[in-house]
């Protein structure tokens, strides 16, 4: 079945680690997103990709690396530069053509100790 | 700009009420409307979407019409149920070439046996 998958579904992370997130679909999409989610808040967007080899910031993108060297696998890192990490972290990818409607991920939970 | 305003939540309701989540937007052209929603732990579902004026989305039970003259995308089912507990999100983007959602901050809807 197609989809997106994410990994770990839990993270916990001492202060000052960098930690890396992974994303990947097999729906042949060719953008992907990276959003986080605080409780009872809405998605924010902290990077995006159109193409590989390509990415954009999003709303929020300091303190967060990416990168897009396949089509199906966009890893974010949150690096020790992101003050306040702790928060939902949601992946989704679209395809072209299909106004903007876009398939998410189940999510990794990232606690800061 | 571009912009969404969600009803704020939490909408308690019994099983069998009548449910409305009201979703009015700011947008330049022509934007589409979705709805999405998010269970407890879980990513985000596209639940439906509608791509012009007066075009009605319509999924599991759940409508929602796009009003263009009260720029509104309000959403609606005739009877909730327990299952139907969950965060719901209403989201805009504007143009097919234009990769970004604008996301409402999400109304959470608890329902009551």
């Known amino acids: ?113 | 700009g571009n912009s969404v305003t969600q009803m704020e939540g939490p909408v308690t309701l019994s099983e069998e009420a009548f449910l409305t989540i009201n979703c009015t937007y700011t947008a330049t052209g022509y934007p589409s409307l979705f709805w999405y929603v998010q269970y407890p732990g879980e990513g985000l579902q596209l639940l439906l979407k509608a791509t012009k004026a007066d075009d009605k989305g319509s999924n599991k039970g759940f409508e929602a019409t796009y009003r263009k003259e009260t720029t509104s995308f309000h959403l609606e089912k005739g009877s909730v149920q327990v299952s139907d507990s969950a965060v719901y999100f209403c989201a805009l983007s504007v143009g097919e070439s234009n990769y970004q959602l604008i996301w409402g901050a999400g109304t959470k809807l608890i329902i009551k046996p």
């Open chain 1, 1 to 113: 079945d197609g989809g997106i998958t994410q990994s770990p579904k839990y993270l916990f992370r001492k202060e000052g680690q960098n930690v890396t997130l992974s994303c990947e679909q097999n729906l042949n999409h060719d953008a992907m997103y990276w959003y986080r989610q605080d409780p009872g808040q809405g998605l924010r967007l902290i990077y995006y990709s159109q193409i590989v080899n390509d990415f954009q910031k999003g709303d929020i993108a300091e303190g967060y690396s990416v990168s897009r060297e396949k089509k199906e696998s966009f890893p974010l890192t949150v690096t020790s530069a992101q003050k306040n990490p702790t928060a939902f972290y949601l992946c989704a990818s679209e395809t072209s053509g299909s106004y903007n409607e876009q398939f998410f991920g189940p999510g990794t939970r990232l606690t800061v100790l």
